[in-house]
C-alpha cells in the first residue's frame, strides 16, 4: 500500500516552454501533497504544500506564477514548470500523506519516484 | 526552517555495521524518519520513530533517540552492497505537515 507514483519519469524540453508534472497516490486518498526539488547531490527542498480543493501554500522563496499546482482530486496533484528556463532543471519529487493509516504511520510521506527535468 | 544535520559520507565493508548520525534542532519534532535514495531514484521510507520512543528495531535496522541531545542514529547490521545510498533524516515540524530534511549521508559499501 500507500504507493505514490509521478508522470512523466524524466522530461526534456525546450527554453520557454511550460511542463506539467503529475503525482498520483495510487491506492489511498491524499488531500495534502508536497512537492520537493533536490539538486545533484542535495537535499530535498519544500517548494509548496498542495491542498485538495484550495489554493497551494508555496515555501518563501519560491515563485507560485512559475510553479503552478492544481490538486484537482484526492489522488491527483499536478505542477506545471511554466516558460522553464535551464535554471529550472532539477529532480522534482512529490510526497503524499496516507490519513488512513494508524499507528503513527498517518505522519508519514510517501514519495513519488521523481521526475527529472532537463531545459535546454 | 529547522536545522537537520548529517555527516556527508560514510564507507564501511560488506558485512560489517554502519552507523548513521543525524542531529536536528526542533524540539517539538513528533517522528522522525530515515529514508534511502538509490542513484536517480525517489525517496524510499526505511522506519520511523515516535519522539516519546529511545529505540526502534526492524530486521537489520535499529533506529535509537537521544531526545535530550536532539540526536538520531541509524544502523545497519550486515550491511551488503545493496545498502549503498543516500540516506536523509528528516523530522516533522509541530504541525505535522512540513517535513525537514537532512543533507543526506552517502553510504558506500565496499566489497
Known amino acids: 500500500g500507500a504507493v505514490v507514483s509521478q508522470h512523466p519519469s524524466r522530461v526534456i524540453c525546450k527554453s520557454g516552454t511550460s511542463v506539467k508534472i503529475e503525482c498520483r497516490s495510487l491506492?489511498?486518498?491524499?488531500?495534502?501533497m508536497f512537492w520537493y526539488r533536490q539538486f545533484p547531490k542535495q537535499s530535498l527542498m519544500l517548494m509548496a504544500t498542495s491542498n485538495e480543493g484550495s489554493k497551494a501554500t508555496y515555501e518563501q522563496g519560491v515563485e507560485k506564477d512559475k510553479f503552478l499546482i492544481n490538486h484537482a482530486s484526492l489522488t491527483l496533484s499536478t505542477l506545471t514548470v511554466t516558460s522553464a528556463h535551464p535554471e529550472d532543471s532539477s529532480f522534482y519529487i512529490c510526497?503524499?500523506?496516507?490519513?488512513?493509516?494508524?499507528?503513527?504511520?498517518?505522519?508519514?510521506?510517501?514519495f513519488g519516484p521523481g521526475t527529472r527535468l532537463l531545459v535546454l | 526552517g529547522e536545522d537537520v544535520e548529517q555527516s556527508l559520507f560514510l564507507s564501511v565493508r560488506e558485512g560489517d555495521s554502519s552507523v548513521i548520525n543525524c542531529t536536528y534542532t526542533d524540539s517539538s519534532s513528533t517522528y522522525l524518519y530515515w529514508y534511502k535514495q538509490e542513484p536517480g531514484a525517489g525517496l524510499q521510507l526505511l522506519t520511523y520513530i515516535f519522539s516519546n520512543m529511545d529505540m526502534k528495531q526492524d530486521q537489520r535496522l535499529t533506529v535509537l533517540l537521544n531526545k535530550k541531545d536532539k540526536h538520531l542514529s541509524l544502523r545497519i547490521a550486515d550491511t551488503q552492497t545493496g545498502d549503498s545510498a543516500i540516506y536523509f533524516c528528516a523530522e516533522t515540524s509541530n504541525t505535522g505537515n512540513q517535513f525537514y530534511f537532512g543533507t543526506g549521508t552517502s553510504l558506500t559499501v565496499i566489497p
Open positions: 510526497s503524499a500523506r496516507d490519513l488512513g493509516l494508524a499507528g503513527g504511520r498517518g505522519e508519514t510521506q510517501y
Open positions: 491506492d489511498f486518498q491524499a488531500t495534502t
